[in-house]
């Protein structure tokens, strides 16, 4: 990661002092596709195509924001709220809602979101159910019970189901521990009760911070190239939302990755070999570059219009601002085919 801060920071050095017109910003990624329509205020996107193909979007903002489009590139409409008279759960006065995670099982779409206020580590995970997708359709559920921990905070979920029958994992955590694993009972509208596990966390202490750097927003996903089936936790580390003149030191800024297990509750291992959860492991699979800054709040799918795996998340475009109405939505292909997903055009 050193290593890669200096290239970073070389990089920038080089472009600033000057016209070396054969020195391009060849960068490690392709820039994100094409977005339009509305395609800012974008905080933790997640997306699901529905039945009839149209895509839905929701992310951080105003109770949970709906837009919706004939394709991932757009055009993205906004449709309003998924919650729009605030969830049930009530943890404090400035909560707001977070992080939306949606799943279609047994033909009812779930919807996870935290309920939390920055720095705050009392947060609460909720559910709401539909079986539309779209605004007005949602019956919320209040707390699925997971329990408070001094370990974790309750936030980001992420429902992982393999197949059909399979058990429903479900992953959360920022801060503190990290990313943490349990289990949902079928239907998932309440936690099973099992104890929580630790999947990821960096003790790294970025310099000019004094805690661990943090790990949240985990995102699972599972792929198979020929005999080789690999779970995948994807996962977004650093600092999300800093504004300048408080930006992160160069590398500690937010950015996606990625480890790999055999089973869907690890233990993970990076790239390098490096246990995840002991060994600060994590292969970054997307940081800053080009006008692209702290990416992170990722999720993947398979896109069967495309017939392509993709990861889709929020960044910062510096030309454009740093404020939270200014974050935008991105995404870009993945190819699985090295057995670790690497960002292509
Ligand atoms: C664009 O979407 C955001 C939520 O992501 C919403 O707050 C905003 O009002 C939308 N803008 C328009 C013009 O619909
Ligand atoms: C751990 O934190 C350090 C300090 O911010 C960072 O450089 C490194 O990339 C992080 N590693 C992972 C796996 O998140």
């Known amino acids: ?51 009839t193909g149209t895509y839905y979007r929701f992310s951080t903002s105003g109770n949970i924001a709906i837009a919706t489009a004939p394709s991932l590139t757009g055009p993205w409409s906004y449709k309003g709220a998924m919650l729009p008279g605030g969830p049930a759960i009530h943890v404090a006065d400035n909560q707001d809602t977070w992080a939306p995670d949606v799943s279609l099982i047994d033909g009812t779409y779930y919807a996870f979101y935290a309920v939390s206020y920055i ?58 521990q990290g ?21 990821a966390y960096n003790s790294t202490v970025p310099p000019g911070q004094n805690f661990p750097s943090v790990t949240e927003g985990s995102y699972q996903f599972w792929w198979q190239n020929g005999g080789d089936k690999w779970y995948y936790l994807f996962f977004s580390s650093g600092a999300c939302c800093n504004t300048p003149p408080n930006l992160a030191a160069t590398g500690d800024e ?6 790999r297990s055999t089973s869907q509750s690890g233990p ?20 800053s570059h080009d006008n692209v800054y702290a990416p992170g709040g990722q999720g993947v799918m ?33 190819d699985f085919s090295s057995g670790w997903p690497v960002i292509v055009s």
């Open 179 to 199: 990313v943490f694993q349990s289990t949902l009972n079928s239907p998932p509208v309440t936690a099973s009760g099992a104890a929580a596990t630790n999947l």
């Open 268 to 287: 993970f291992f990076d790239q390098a070999g490096r246990n995840c959860l002991t060994q600060n492991g994590g292969t970054l699979i997307l940081g």
């Open 119 to 176: 720095g705050y580590q009392g947060s609460e995970i909720g559910v709401a159910t539909s079986t539309f997708l779209d605004p007005g359709t949602w019956t919320d559920h209040g707390s699925i019970g997971l329990p408070k921990s001094s370990s974790y905070n309750l936030i980001d979920p992420n429902l992982f189901q393999e197949s059909g029958s399979s058990p429903i994992y479900f992953s959360f955590g920022s801060g503190w």
């Open 254 to 259: 937010y950015k996606i990755m990625v480890c």
């Open 1 to 51: 990661m050193l290593s890669l801060s200096n290239f970073f920071a070389g990089v920038t050095f080089l472009t600033a002092v000057a016209a070396i017109p054969l020195i391009s910003r060849a960068s490690l990624w392709p820039d994100p596709e094409p977005c339009t329509g509305n395609c800012s205020w974008i905080h933790d996107p997640n997306v699901i195509k529905s039945a």
């Open 302 to 334: 398979y896109d069967s219009t495309l017939g392509r795996p993709v990861i889709y998340y929020h960044y910062v475009n510096p030309t454009i601002g740093y404020k939270a109405e200014d974050f935008l939505f991105g995404f870009n292909y993945l």
